[in-house]
């Protein structure tokens, strides 16, 4: 069992927007600004997509953003496109002893 | 753009240790944080441990009894060493460089270890 949870699957038609959520606790998400997101295709490594809630790396088109409310981070993309499909990972700091924690993943579908 | 390469193994009997190199290219391995992270077949990511400039490391609670993290700065290499492995510790293990709490911004292509007699 993951430490943060993710819903398993998400689905969207082309062209609209989606938002995928990963629940924590007080001692990682909601403790800390260190939340980053993965997209991982079938057989390949993730990709780094976001970082520090809502921050993104140069390359990563500004239809993917992040948020965080309390203990649960999302990660939104709007205007799906079909390469959008992938596997979503969340992760975030859980501090000193931790370290770090993921979650489960989410498959996203695009219709 | 630096860039990481997974080596070792890709069969190791249970009870043994699991070895394995990570080549770093593109860059220095001082003054980053370098971690395992893998990924057990249909599952999720599971951070192992990290190594930072061969002064420190931290490693997961659930593995640290069983981890090793090393680092060779003069090949540019980081080694994870999980001993006693079980039909569990099959996965696919990733190298990545670490930015700063647990922001992970490059990773290696993955390398398959199955724990099999």
């Known amino acids: 069992q993951s430490a943060l949870t993710q819903p398993r699957s998400v689905s969207g038609s082309p062209g609209q927007s989606v938002t995928i959520s990963c629940t924590g606790t007080?001692?990682?998400?909601?403790?800390?600004?260190?939340v980053s997101w993965y997209q991982q295709y079938p057989g390949k490594a993730p990709k780094f997509m976001i970082y520090?809630?809502?921050k993104r790396p140069s390359g990563v088109p500004d239809r993917f953003s992040g948020s965080k409310s309390g203990n649960t981070a999302s990660l939104t993309i709007s205007g799906l496109q079909a390469e959008d499909e992938a596997d979503y990972y969340c992760c975030s700091y859980a501090g000193s002893y931790t370290f770090a924690v993921f979650g489960g993943g989410t498959k996203l579908t695009v219709l | 753009q630096v860039q990481l390469q997974e080596s070792g193994p890709g069969l190791v009997k249970p009870s043994e240790t699991l070895s394995l190199t990570c080549t770093v290219s593109g860059g220095s391995i001082s003054r980053y944080y370098w971690s395992w992270i893998r990924q057990p077949p249909g599952k999720g990511l599971e951070w192992i441990g990290y190594i930072y400039d061969t002064v420190s490391n931290k490693y997961n609670p659930s593995l640290k009894s069983r981890v090793s993290i090393s680092v060779d700065t003069s090949k540019n290499q980081f080694s994870l060493k999980l001993s006693s492995v079980t039909a569990a510790d099959t996965a696919v293990y990733y190298c990545?460089?670490?930015?700063?709490?647990?922001?992970?911004?490059?990773w290696g292509q993955g390398t398959p270890v199955t724990v099999s007699p």
């Open positions: 007080s001692s990682d998400i909601g403790g800390y600004n260190s």
């Open positions: 990545a460089r670490d930015l700063a709490a647990g922001t992970f911004d490059s």
């Open positions: 520090d809630v809502s």
